[in-house]
């Protein structure tokens, strides 16, 4: 799989064809990307193929999807949790995980908004196990060759909407340096700086990342030979999606650093940091650091 190319072709989508994708691929994604070190331990997740798309898309209709209102698809994929502390950050590092090996075999995927009482979808699909639902994705083909963005008009079908449609997964996007602060947080590096750094290249793709609403919330901090991962919150955005945003992200940064043969892994240690200056209202996920 050529990674980078994958990321520039990533996209959400919110129309499906009625046609069913073969259960044997799904389940091999699922296989392929189960991830080779835990960033949270005991989580013991599982990811479930829900295969009659139409029957689920009814039952779980008023409690999944955006503003109540599912998306529909020949398939869903539900994501169970232990409910441990910083559960969503494995869950988003997978869930995407599966989504671009997906993007990868031409097979198109969008996240789908669950309760934060997981319960709700477990109970509407009659799935008995103590783990939390967790997340929920539509897998499908897509009708259109466009990709969305912008999708904030939740709980309308995204061809009703107005939404801004785009031939690439590079519009609207910040630039790499203005997700990156170096040194001192509030400093953006030049593009010559993060060049310098060997990071120019890394940070064009880890902006690509998806995120809650499209809104792009993470700031990476450079300090003392770490990369501090960070998040914008927002009242209006439940915390949970905070988590699942930096589990993307961190996804996004570790796929592309073994790509250009950076080694490293991430801690997720939400403390770290503390006594940097970061403001209160960014949340701090974890560090990035060679091995």
């Known amino acids: 799989m050529d990674i980078r190319k994958v990321m520039l072709e990533r996209k959400s989508v919110r129309d499906f064809k009625d046609k069913k994708v073969p259960v044997e691929t799904l389940q091999g994604s699922i296989d392929f990307c189960k991830p080779k070190y835990e960033l949270v331990c005991s989580t013991n997740m599982k990811a479930v193929i829900l295969e009659d798309g139409k029957k689920i898309s009814k039952l779980l209709n008023g409690i999944a999807g955006y503003n109540g209102l599912m998306i529909e698809a020949p398939h869903y994929i539900l994501f169970l949790s232990n409910d441990v502390k910083n559960h969503q950050i494995q869950t988003g590092y997978y869930a995407e995980n599966i989504m671009l090996d997906l993007e990868s075999k031409s097979i198109d995927t969008c996240w789908l908004n669950i309760p934060e009482d997981g319960t709700l979808v477990k109970q509407a699909l009659d799935i008995e196990d103590p783990r939390e639902a967790s997340a929920l994705i539509a897998v499908g083909y897509k009708k259109r060759d466009k990709k969305v963005i912008n999708p904030l008009h939740t709980g309308d079908n995204y061809s009703q909407a107005n939404l801004k449609v785009v031939d690439d997964n590079t519009s ?120």
């Open 172 to 291: 609207a996007r910040l630039k790499p340096e203005e997700i990156v602060y170096l040194d001192k947080w509030g400093y953006n590096p030049t593009a010559d700086e993060l060049k310098n750094l060997g990071l120019d290249n890394v940070f064009f793709y880890v902006r690509l990342a998806p995120s809650t609403l499209n809104r792009q919330p993470w700031r990476y901090f450079i300090k003392d030979k770490k990369i501090y991962l960070t998040i914008k919150t927002q009242e209006s955005i439940n915390h949970e999606h905070d988590m699942l945003d930096a589990g993307i992200a961190m996804l996004y940064t570790d796929l592309i650093m073994n790509n250009y043969s950076y080694n490293g892994k991430w801690t997720v240690a939400n403390e770290s940091a503390k006594n940097y200056g970061i403001p209160e209202d960014y949340y701090v996920a974890g560090y990035f650091s060679k091995e």
